[in-house]
């Protein structure tokens, strides 16, 4: 098992920065094997990739929302950490960590169980 | 940009019945990087099948995938009552380098 756990403030004001981190238990995050992504979903609605990081800390975002994310390793603590600037009402949503597994063709084989950030004055 | 779409957007069954969904690409996608997930309500989503055809660790053989290029299934042979539940199809590679289909319900008729 590889339990994946998102944590960070669940509402965040309009402009601010939402800033989450997902610590994973079992494998080093710094094992070469595994991208390490981001995954948000506004309620009612479908799945939206944001991000991921890989062992050494090289980064891809969703062109979409490149401009506003960061996303950072922290190896001593097993946890990766997203940031997202500049959020709006549209970025409402339950944001999931999740793992990719290359031997799953990068499919999303461990997830978070999510966590609800809310956009709101 | 890749755009995958899904059909029918809800499909409405009884248990023991066979679900067939459909997963469309606007180009063509890789079969090994092909995948499908199953939400339940409340819950994040569980990796299917991965490589367009192959089950994830622990999936039942009711369910299986098949494909190539722009057009794949989800098939589930016999509708138990655990799989009432949201199903996405997932592409790796092409710009935004992840993408995932507005999914496909199955609910209970």
């Known amino acids: 098992q590889v339990p994946l756990q998102e944590s960070g403030p669940g509402l965040v004001k309009p402009s601010q920065t939402l800033s989450l981190t997902c610590t994973v238990s079992?494998?080093?995050?710094?094992?070469?094997?595994?991208?390490w992504s981001w995954i948000r979903q506004p309620p009612g609605k479908g799945l939206e990739w944001i991000g991921y990081i890989d062992h050494s800390g090289g980064t891809y975002s969703n062109p979409s929302l490149k401009s506003r994310v960061t996303i950072s390793l922290d190896t001593p603590k097993n946890q990766f950490s997203l940031k997202l600037n500049s959020v709006t009402a549209a970025d409402t949503a339950v944001y999931y960590c999740a793992r990719n597994n290359a031997f799953f063709g990068e499919g999303f084989d461990y997830w978070g169980q999510g966590t609800l950030v809310t956009v709101s004055s | 940009e890749i755009v995958l779409t899904q059909s029918p957007g809800t499909l409405s069954l009884s248990p023991g019945e066979r679900a067939t969904l459909s997963c469309r690409a606007s180009?063509?996608?890789?079969?090994?990087?092909l995948a499908w997930y199953q939400q339940q309500p409340g819950q994040a989503p569980r990796l299917l099948i991965y490589?367009?055809?192959s089950r994830a660790t622990g999936i039942p053989d009711r369910f299986s995938g098949s494909g190539s290029g722009t057009d794949f299934t989800l098939t589930i042979s016999r509708l138990e009552p655990e799989d009432f539940a949201v199903y996405y199809c997932?592409?790796?590679?092409?710009?935004?380098?992840?993408?995932f289909g507005p999914g496909t319900k199955v609910d209970i008729k």
């Open positions: 490589g367009t055809s």
């Open positions: 997932q592409q790796y590679g092409s710009s935004p380098l992840f993408t």
């Open positions: 079992g494998p080093s995050i710094s094992r070469g094997d595994y991208y």
């Open positions: 180009q063509s996608v890789s079969s090994t990087y």
